[in-house]
């Protein structure tokens, strides 16, 4: 993974032949699009114009799911197609993505029998790629599995299976599989312009980020997949076009694993303000959220706000029995959907209503757009935008191969226990890191389970560049533990700047720049 090689690429190419897709951005959307585009054997760019996954694609609720609340609201096609979509990316990832219980704690008599039906059906809707029942549960049966439940009140309880994995790593993960596929892929190189010729969009303009260099690079199908950013990419398109996009923020807090005390996650399926919430095992801590703010900035490191935690500590400590507080936050988080952007009718709808299905266009310049839907939806988004783009751009339709395709990584059966489990077939080569030198297989920190190793590894093999890029999305470190995340960063970027060839100065910034991002994640008490 040579990031100064597959800039040099870049360059070199200025002037050939030209690419066959150009995807701009590399979230889940773009990423999945690279996968798909060059397994179908077309010369592939994709340019991020910071990390991979740097934007909401590592902010998730961490699910692979079909989406229970989406079907309270009747939108059976997105579940089903989300479903499937769940089952796919469990058979090609089973590394990353695992089975997850879900406990619906019962507190009213009819709680049991209307979830258990509703549920039901969300099973019946994954056909053959279902993932197990649901089934109803005493309130002993609950007790038993979330020992930490809130007791008063409690009638008993409906479980139900869906998916779960780490976002950022499943990026990383595409990337690697984009790559080794033959895809040419860059962090850090940001899309300034549109190059057009007789009203036709055939390149683009780009900027290095990391030296300022700028270039262009020519391609048949540009694809604009920047997720809530999309707009500005349309704006060099046609400046006259109408907003597709409208952001919602979303925040989650992490708490420690003893607050759930279980392998099997909580839902809660009506919150105050008409929402689902999760409490969710993740790397031993737990997960809770989210929310839904429609917001004005379109930031790359929004803000959690503080009524957002609030709620969040709040209704997750009506259904637990030890109420999390604001001191009990290890790390808090905030993402933006890229929900659609109102139109005349829907001015009044409230984003939680907004439908999470993509939106998928070309415009008349035959710049093609793509945005909102999940990260469970990655693969056939990807799959329809290709198609799209073959269409638009009068190529001879090539068949996707994404729905058998193994993602890199992939490992069966992966031992759970060992935290470097999700690095999935890469496990054995982080090993042998750490047998090479014994500094290697040290801890970074007492409260956090990673390696010098690992950090060693980000570098060498997944394009991380900065100390954000490694303890934020590399290392999940920021969104476990934000305070020891800062603690460890000086011994991180020591790591790092011996691995990048980088001096004193260089350690001392990232230092700085990288506890400016982190001091957002934690909550003054
Ligand atoms: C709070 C929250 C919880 C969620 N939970 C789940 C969940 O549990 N399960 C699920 O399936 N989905 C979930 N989602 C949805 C999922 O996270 C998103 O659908 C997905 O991550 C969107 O990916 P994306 O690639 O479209 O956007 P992004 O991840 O935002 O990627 C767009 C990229 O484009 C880059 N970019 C922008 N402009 C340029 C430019 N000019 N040049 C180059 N690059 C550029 C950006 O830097 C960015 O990295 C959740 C979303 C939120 C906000």
Same mark, same amino acid.
């Given at each position: 993974?040579?990031?100064?090689?597959?800039?040099?690429?870049?360059?070199?190419?200025?002037?050939?032949?030209?690419?066959?897709?150009?995807?701009?951005?590399?979230?889940?959307?773009?990423?999945?699009?690279?996968?798909?585009?060059?397994?179908?054997?077309?010369?592939?760019?994709?340019?991020?114009?910071?990390?991979?996954?740097?934007?909401?694609?590592?902010?998730?609720?961490?699910?692979?799911?079909?989406?229970?609340?989406?079907?309270?609201?009747?939108?059976?096609?997105?579940?089903?197609?989300?479903?499937?979509?769940?089952?796919?990316?469990?058979?090609?990832?089973?590394?990353?993505?695992?089975?997850?219980?879900?406990?619906?704690?019962?507190?009213?008599?009819?709680?049991?029998?209307?979830?258990?039906?509703?549920?039901?059906?969300?099973?019946?809707?994954?056909?053959?790629?279902?993932?197990?029942?649901?089934?109803?549960?005493?309130?002993?049966?609950?007790?038993?599995?979330?020992?930490? #439940?809130?007791?008063?009140?409690?009638?008993?309880?409906?479980?139900?299976?869906?998916?779960? *994995?780490?976002?950022?790593?499943?990026?990383?993960?595409?990337?690697?599989?984009?790559?080794?596929?033959?895809?040419?892929?860059?962090?850090?190189?940001?899309?300034?312009?549109?190059?057009?010729?007789?009203?036709?969009?055939?390149? &683009?303009?780009?900027?290095?980020?990391?030296?300022?260099?700028?270039?262009?690079?020519?391609?048949?199908?540009?694809?604009?997949?920047?997720?809530?950013?999309?707009?500005? !990419?349309?704006?060099?398109?046609?400046?006259?076009?109408?907003?597709?996009?409208?952001?919602?923020?979303?925040?989650?807090?992490?708490?420690?694993?003893?607050?759930?005390?279980?392998?099997?996650? #909580?839902?809660?399926?009506?919150?105050?303000?008409?929402?689902?919430?999760?409490?969710?095992?993740?790397?031993?801590?737990?997960?809770?959220?989210?929310?839904?703010?429609?917001?004005?900035?379109?930031?790359?490191?929004?803000?959690?706000?503080?009524?957002?935690?609030?709620?969040?500590?709040?209704?997750?400590?009506?259904?637990?029995?030890?109420?999390?507080?604001?001191?009990?936050?290890?790390?808090?988080?905030?993402?933006?959907?890229?929900?659609?952007?109102?139109?005349?009718?829907?001015?009044?709808?409230? +984003?939680?209503?907004?439908?999470?299905?993509?939106?998928?266009?070309?415009?008349?310049?035959?710049?093609?757009?793509?945005?909102?839907?999940?990260? +469970?939806?990655?693969?056939?988004?990807?799959?329809?935008?290709?198609?799209?783009?073959?269409?638009?751009?009068?190529?001879?339709?090539?068949?996707?191969?994404?729905?058998?395709?193994?993602?890199?990584?992939?490992?069966?059966?992966?031992?759970?226990?060992?935290?470097?489990?999700?690095?999935?077939?890469?496990?054995?080569?982080? !090993?042998?890191?750490?047998?090479?030198?014994?500094?290697?297989?040290?801890?970074?920190?007492?409260?956090?389970?990673?390696?010098?190793?690992?950090?060693?590894?980000?570098?060498?093999?997944?394009?991380?560049?900065?100390?954000?890029?490694?303890?934020?999305?590399?290392?999940?470190?920021?969104?476990?533990?934000?305070?020891?995340?800062?603690?460890?960063?000086?011994?991180?970027?020591? &790591?790092?700047?011996?691995?990048?060839?980088?001096?004193?100065?260089?350690?001392?910034?990232?230092?700085?720049?990288?506890?400016?991002?982190?001091?957002?994640? *934690?909550?003054?008490?």
């Amino acid at each position: 993974m040579d990031r100064t090689h597959y800039v040099n690429q870049l360059k070199n190419t200025e002037n050939g032949s030209g690419w066959d897709f150009i995807v701009i951005g590399g979230g889940a959307t773009g990423l999945g699009i690279a996968v798909d585009a060059v397994t179908r054997g077309y010369k592939t760019v994709l340019l991020e114009q910071a990390d991979f996954a740097k934007a909401t694609s590592s902010r998730s609720t961490k699910l692979v799911h079909g989406g229970v609340r989406y079907l309270q609201q009747g939108d059976v096609a997105l579940v089903r197609e989300a479903l499937h979509e769940r089952g796919y990316l469990r058979r090609n990832a089973p590394h990353l993505v695992k089975n997850q219980r879900f406990i619906i704690g019962n507190y009213l008599w009819w709680e049991k029998p209307f979830y258990t039906l509703g549920l039901t059906f969300y099973d019946l809707l994954a056909g053959r790629m279902g993932l197990g029942r649901s089934l109803p549960m005493s309130k002993k049966s609950v007790i038993s599995h979330i020992p930490q #439940i809130e007791r008063k009140g409690l009638k008993g309880g409906v479980s139900y299976q869906d998916g779960q *994995f780490d976002d950022s790593r499943l990026a990383i993960n595409l990337l690697q599989t984009a790559v080794e596929n033959g895809a040419t892929v860059v962090n850090y190189v940001g899309v300034t312009g549109l190059i057009k010729e007789n009203g036709k969009v055939t390149g &683009v303009t780009v900027a290095d980020k990391m030296n300022g260099d700028t270039f262009e690079l020519k391609g048949k199908c540009i694809v604009n997949a920047t997720g809530i950013f999309v707009d500005d !990419i349309i704006r060099m398109d046609n400046p006259l076009k109408k907003p597709m996009v409208r952001p919602s923020q979303g925040v989650h807090v992490v708490v420690d694993g003893s607050f759930l005390n279980s392998d099997d996650a #909580i839902m809660v399926p009506k919150t105050s303000d008409g929402r689902v919430m999760f409490g969710v095992p993740w790397h031993g801590r737990v997960i809770l959220g989210t929310t839904d703010t429609p917001v004005k900035k379109f930031e790359m490191e929004p803000k959690p706000l503080d009524e957002e935690v609030d709620f969040i500590l709040e209704t997750a400590g009506r259904y637990l029995v030890r109420k999390p507080q604001r001191k009990d936050v290890l790390s808090v988080f905030a993402g933006l959907r890229p929900l659609a952007a109102p139109t005349k009718h829907s001015e009044e709808a409230k +984003t939680k209503e907004i439908s999470r299905s993509h939106k998928l266009v070309s415009s008349e310049s035959g710049l093609i757009t793509i945005t909102g839907g999940k990260w +469970t939806t990655y693969r056939i988004m990807a799959e329809e935008t290709v198609d799209l783009a073959e269409k638009t751009h009068g190529m001879a339709h090539k068949p996707c191969k994404t729905r058998q395709l193994k993602i890199h990584g992939y490992k069966t059966n992966p031992d759970r226990n060992d935290h470097l489990y999700i690095y999935g077939c890469d496990r054995d080569k982080i !090993i042998e890191l750490e047998k090479s030198n014994p500094e290697y297989a040290k801890k970074l920190h007492p409260n956090l389970e990673f390696t010098v190793a690992e950090v060693v590894w980000a570098v060498r093999e997944e394009m991380a560049l900065t100390l954000d890029d490694v303890l934020a999305r590399r290392v999940r470190a920021l969104y476990l533990n934000a305070k020891a995340s800062i603690e460890m960063a000086p011994a991180v970027a020591s &790591v790092m700047a011996e691995e990048l060839n980088k001096d004193k100065n260089w350690e001392e910034e990232q230092v700085k720049e990288y506890t400016a991002i982190a001091q957002n994640y *934690f909550l003054s008490s």
